[in-house]
């Protein structure tokens, strides 16, 4: 609705499976939630480990022309979960990000 226009940034967990194998009917895998997003001007920008085990991501897609950030759905002990410098990677521990995934086309998506 309008008030997407007003969304830079949008950090989601997904599953990385076939929709046929996603724990939720209905849930669409990283190939899907890119083509949704990219008609609404959202590109993919990382995609951390979340749940290895159940191959749960979280991605970040930020709108064409705005500023990506830095953001962490892991726990992080006294630090800011959202950083703004671009510049430099932030020093959270437990972050693992993915440079290849199973279920996109634009497999190579690692900062």
Known sequence: GP??????NIFLEIQDLPEKEAMYEGALDVASMDQRLRVRNFHRQYCEINSPE?????CLYTRQGSSPLWVTGRPQKKKRLVQLDLQKKPGWKGVEYLGKLRTSEDRDRAP
């Open 3 to 8: 008030h997407l226009q007003r969304v830079q």
């Open 54 to 58: 159940l191959h749960e991501i979280n």
